[in-house]
């Protein structure tokens, strides 16, 4: 059975960055705010150098608290900043760009729209830099029933798909004369999805590397599920060779917050069946 790697795969630039801060800073006294990234074998592994996890401030009473790459409201800083705690910033510079855009929209008396999961982090973090006063769209119905307004400024969660902000944005066309049309999403996600995409369409089934919880590695397995049989794992465990047996080919991506300690496991076990 052949096995072949899509061609953009596995960290990018904004999660080496956040992983970095958090390995330099390993020293015991260091937490992260949340999950740094949605890779549950990456938390643990930081965990076992030093760097713990809070779900909430609440329970962080010393030391450092690194951002994670997900970003935080502009309220958070504040409270950190309130228990005089020390703070290390790993929000992904992609995000932050998202979240500058919400800000300056509101700012410009814009009615901001951002495209994205609801309950998702990084939502929720630009949420807060457009002072709460944003609506998140997720879905083409609720785009269909926006009402119009005067001024209407719209961004995206980094990891959204791109025709799926194209279909939101084309329902909100017609609500509204004056619009803003910002999209941040991030050259990653752009180049992991076409780049899985494409892959699917030439192999017999796919399997696709990271976190249950991680957004852009559940967009890649729904991608590829329209093109062939698709795997959503987190790692090699997850694999039953009896799958595959009968195959000639197989493709292997990987989400953004995959390490590539897991697609090595991954792509050895693969090669082996």
């Known amino acids: 059975m052949e096995v072949i790697l899509a061609e953009y795969l596995g960290f990018c630039y904004g999660v080496k960055r956040a992983i970095k801060i958090a390995e330099e800073h390993a020293d015991g006294k260091t937490v992260t705010l949340g999950p740094i990234i949605h890779n549950p074998q990456m938390v643990e592994s930081l965990k076992k150098k030093g760097v713990g996890m809070a779900e909430r401030l609440e329970d962080i009473s010393e030391g450092t608290v690194i951002i994670r790459s997900h970003g935080v409201s502009p309220g958070v800083y504040e409270e950190i900043k309130s228990k005089g705690l020390n703070v290390l910033d790993a929000t992904c510079p992609h995000v932050k760009k998202a979240q500058t855009s919400a ?3 509101n700012k410009s008396g814009y009615k901001v729209v951002i495209v994205g999961e609801k309950n998702h982090p990084e939502v929720k973090s630009i949420l ?6 944003a609506t998140i769209i997720e879905t083409e119905e609720e785009a269909k029933k926006f009402e119009p307004c005067k001024k209407l400024g719209i961004v995206s969660q980094t990891t959204v798909s791109e025709s799926h902000f194209d279909k939101i944005v084309l329902h909100l066309l017609s609500k509204s004369a004056d619009i803003k049309i910002l999209r941040t ?25 990271g976190g249950k919880n991680s957004a852009n590695t559940t967009k890649l397995a729904k991608l590829c599920s329209e093109k062939c049989p698709t795997y959503h794992i987190e790692t090699a465990k ?3 060779p009896e799958r595959f047996k009968q195959l000639k080919k197989i493709g292997i991506t990987a989400g953004a917050s995959t390490p590539d300690r897991i697609i090595r496991e991954v792509t050895e076990k693969c090669q082996r069946i």
């Open 103 to 105: 800000k300056e929209l």
């Open 128 to 133: 807060g830099w457009a002072d709460n006063k």
């Open 185 to 209: 999403i991030c050259t990653a996600t752009i180049q992991r999805q076409t780049a899985a995409k494409e892959l699917a369409e030439k192999v017999d089934a796919m399997i696709v590397v």
């Open 238 to 240: 997850e694999i039953l």
